[in-house]
């Protein structure tokens, strides 16, 4: 069977306990490689290495990282067949999808930041005739990034690249449960001459490994993505040794839906923002909010939509929704589902697991699911599921939908369907949300700012923000 290694100063090794973790292929519910289950002194190898490296990685200047960044990038993109194949065969999603989604967007994160580099500029202010103050950014040092299950290579590029191309060496720790794109990276690394040291990708627990990267003295700066829970517990060990931190969590977000919207446009784009990657996107709309006078014909359509979805084989390219990402994770989608209906939620559609044929019969797979008859503030519309399942709810005035949107805990992501250019306005300054699409999802423009509020996240990524967020400013005031 297949081991997947580290990759410590330039090289694929074991870890050091000896001990390794199973990768399930969630199509078949079969281990199909293992995984280094790696502790706290493979995390310090990797530090060492990733301090030794500092200098060279930062000497070769902004040409030079961002030359290494983009030979990287072109590989992938030469290898996205390999890639997408496997992204699908560790996660579950449709080798479709992730070969027009995951590969591509985790190429365009490592080219936008190795060049954005190019362009960065220096503040100056001239301060009436007495001074001049300008602000001079250097690499924070050791950047650690950790990383969740669901766009496993897209949300892994996403923490990597803005930090190398900051300058900044990476101690890096994708989900052990999803840990192959990763690894294929490390491979690529080393046959483009990558720089050895500059990235090191330990692989293992989060309790054993993201612990022992969030508490290591030699890493100033953490960017997370994953659960909330998880922030929480990361900002706990990291805030008194007052790292830079930027957690970017969960949600729930919702989609409202008022009834002069442009119908057509809007099922097809609900259907995908509600069920793509089987729902397990974090920008996925989970509470569809529906303006009464349309209610009953939105419900209808949508639902025969659905009911037209295909689950099934990831690799066959009909196949809408493949598996859930492991079976622990379809439980407690199906546990949400069993809470929904003792809340008094009716199943429109879905709510039970999909049994496939042959091969895929272990398989994970869920039926997508739609929901109502459920308020505000029922656990089901309160709690991130994060899978195929949405509630949908009537609401009667803009003031009632805005206060359902608002009512959760979270604010990553909303979506809004209206054609009145005022109310776009008025809705999207309403929602307490990290990001607000109107008309579109998902649409993403790496330049602007990206992350939640509220227990969604803190500390936005995204352009600037993420070049700046790698490095410590210092302002040197020179008299004139
Ligand atoms: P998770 O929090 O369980 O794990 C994320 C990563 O953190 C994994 O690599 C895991 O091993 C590691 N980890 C776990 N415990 C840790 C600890 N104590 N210390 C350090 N690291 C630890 O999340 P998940 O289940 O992998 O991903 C799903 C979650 O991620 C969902 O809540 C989803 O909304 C969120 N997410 C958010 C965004 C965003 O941009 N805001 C994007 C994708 C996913």
């Given amino acids: 069977m297949e081991r997947i290694l580290n990759y410590i100063g330039g090289t694929l090794t074991p870890p050091s306990s000896g001990q390794w973790l199973d990768d399930h292929a969630p199509a078949t519910g079969r281990v199909f490689a293992q995984v280094p289950d790696s502790d706290a002194s493979d995390v310090a190898e990797a530090v060492k290495a990733a301090l030794a490296a500092r200098p060279a990685w930062w000497s070769l200047g902004v040409q030079g990282r961002s030359r290494a960044m983009l030979r990287v990038a072109d590989r992938i993109e030469r290898d996205l067949e390999r890639f997408a194949k496997a992204e699908s065969l560790d996660n579950g999603k449709p080798v479709a999808l992730a070969r027009e989604v995951d590969i591509p967007r985790a190429v365009a994160n490592l080219r936008f930041f190795a060049t954005a580099i190019l362009h960065q500029h220096t503040e100056a202010h001239l301060t009436d005739e007495v001074a001049i103050n300008y602000t001079a950014r250097t690499p924070v040092g050791v950047a650690g990034c950790i990383s969740p299950w669901n766009l496993p290579l897209y949300l892994f590029t996403w923490k990597i690249a803005p930090a190398l191309a900051s300058g900044c060496t990476v101690v890096a720790k994708p989900s052990e449960i999803t840990p192959y794109t990763a690894f294929l990276l490390a491979q690529v690394c080393i046959e483009e001459g990558f720089p050895p040291g500059v990235l090191n990708i330990v692989h293992g627990l989060g309790p054993r490994v993201g612990a022992a990267i969030t508490q290591h003295p030699d890493i100033p700066a953490i960017s997370f993505t994953g659960g909330t829970r998880t922030g929480a517990e990361i900002a706990r060990t990291a805030a008194p040794m007052f790292k830079k931190l930027s957690l970017e969590l969960g949600g729930k977000n919702p989609v409202l839906v008022f009834a002069d919207c442009d119908r057509e446009e809007m099922l097809t784009t609900t259907v995908r923002s509600s069920f793509r990657n089987q729902g397990e996107i974090c920008l996925c709309g989970s509470r569809i909010l529906v303006e009464r006078s349309y209610y009953a014909e939105f419900r209808d359509a949508f639902v025969d939509r659905v009911k037209a979805l295909r689950v099934g084989d990831p690799s066959d390219p009909g196949t809408d929704l493949g598996a859930l990402v492991s079976e622990a994770h379809m439980e407690k989608v199906l546990a949400y589902v069993k809470l929904a209906r003792e809340e008094g939620g009716r199943v429109l559609c879905g709510g039970e697991r999909v049994t496939l044929k042959g091969d895929l019969a ?73 990001i607000v699409w109107v008309n579109c999802w998902m649409e993403r423009d790496l330049r602007t700012p990206f992350g939640g509020v509220k227990q969604s996240g803190v500390g936005r990524e995204g352009g600037w923000e993420a070049l700046k967020f790698f490095t410590e400013a210092k302002n040197v005031c020179v008299k004139r």
């Fill in 362 to 434: 272990q398989g994970w797979y869920v039926a997508p699911t739609v929901i109502e008859g459920l308020g505000a503030h029922c656990r089901t519309n309160q709690e991130e599921i994060f899978g195929p399942v949405v509630t949908i709810q009537p609401f009667d005035s803009e003031e009632e939908a805005l206060a359902s949107a608002n009512s959760t805990p979270y604010g990553l992501a909303a979506v809004v369907w209206t054609n009145d250019l005022k109310r776009a306005h008025r809705v999207a300054d309403g929602l307490h949300s990290g």
